[in-house]
Each structure stands twice: as C-alpha cells, then as structure tokens.
C-alpha cells in the first residue's frame, strides 16, 4: 500500500530521530540548513509514489557504469547482488525505472552520470546548483575539508575524500573477464544506451547456468544479509554493554 505524504514525513523523521538524535526541523536549525534530501539507491522504487505525494519535489538521478555497480555490490557483501549475472539484471531494472521516471517528470528532474560528476565536478555542481535554484558555491568542491555531522564508518569513508577518478575503472581490474563477460551479455543494450564501451565478450547464457545464478544469489546472498543484520545487532547490544560498564564505573567512583 503507498504511503500517505504524512506518513512518509513521520518515517523520515523517526530515521532522523533514530540516527541524529532529535526530529528533522530541530536537526536541521542545529546545522543551519534549510533544505533536505534524501540519498539511498533503494528509493528507485518509491519514485512513483514520492511523484505523487511531493509534486514540487526536485530529484537527482545519479547514473553509474553498470559493471562499477556491480564490482561495489559483490564486493562488498551487501546481499543484493552476489554474481555478475543477477547484478546486470538488478541494474537493468533499476536503471529502467529511473529513466521512466526521469522522462516523465524532467522538469523537476535532474539526470547526472556518476562519472562526469567525478571527473568534472565544478561544471556538474554548477547544473545541479541551477536545477535546485540554489547559488553555487567555491567550498562545494573542497565538502571534504569541511567539519561534518555525518559519523565516519565504512559506509561514509568516501565523505572526508576528495573525489578519487581512480574509482571510476576499479572494476576493469576487480572484476573477472568471466564476470564482465556475463554482465554486458545480460546489460549491453542499456550500457551502450548510456553510453558506456562494451570491452568483454558477448555469451550465451543457457538456462542451467541461469538456474545456478540465481540459486547463488538466493541462498549466498541471504546469508550475506542475514550476516550483516546480526553483526549490526552484536555491535548494538556491544555498544550498551560497554557504556553500561562505563556508567558503573562513573557511579562506583563517586
């Protein structure tokens, strides 16, 4: 069932309460901003919905070299994507729905690829800034010099980095000739749609082989999510153990 605006407006701020401490506006007079956005990938499917509920809303579609995509989702174990062939069919859609998207709000939608917002960050920032109405800044290049709220983790490294344009071909040296093969055999229409050079080979991809992909993807890739969920609850009950600790030892002193 879609959301209600109300509804996705009290989600944002329980998250923001959850992961800052305090509700949207009270978060936001903190840090003297007046503007808020939201940055996940798994958004592409709540597009539709958010057209609806936020008319005036302006959206930022990133688009990235499906094969760099990829590269990220296997390595890094996150359970979506555990093999090239289920990623070139993950991207392919995600991919689609964002275009739709795109090509039926373009006056308050905004399309950027990923790799020239890297290699030509200042003309890309510049557009952005003109999309949003916003003035552009000098100090919007130099983000990484910048004291931020946002919490350094795995996840949010790349934040206190300048731009690395090294990352964007990563993938040509991480990713088997096997794996590029089997991706550009499932994606090569949209990767050349978006213009991206096909390097790899194109193969037959039979059933049986489709078969193992998916069961691949079906039972490693959940015990990759199921990993990550306990781990994330270990490191929880950890946290409070230790700072329980720390309490007792604080009141033990007094």
Known sequence: TEKTQEEILRAIDAECEKVEGEKLEVFLQKIAKKRWGLKDPKLTYCLPCLGKRFPDAKTIIIVRDGRAVANSNMKNKWGIATNAYCAAKL??????????????????????????????????????CAFLGEDYSETMLYYYKESSYVVMSKLTENTFREPDKD????????????????????ASDVLLENGYE?????????????????????????????YRLKSKVLKKKLSQFLLRGREEKTSARR
């Open 91 to 128: 991207w392919k859609k995600e991919i689609t729905i964002q275009k739709d998207f795109y090509r039926s709000n373009k006056k308050n939608c905004y399309l950027v690829k990923y790799e020239e917002l890297v290699e030509s960050p200042e003309r890309e920032l510049k557009n952005i």
């Open 167 to 186: 990352i964007l071909h990563k993938w040509k040296k991480e990713m088997s000739s096997y794996g590029i093969d089997i991706f550009e055999s499932v």
């Open 198 to 226: 096909l390097i790899g080979k194109r193969r037959k991809i039979y059933a049986p082989f489709k078969c193992l992909f998916y069961l691949h993807q079906k039972f490693y890739g959940e015990a990759q999510i199921q």
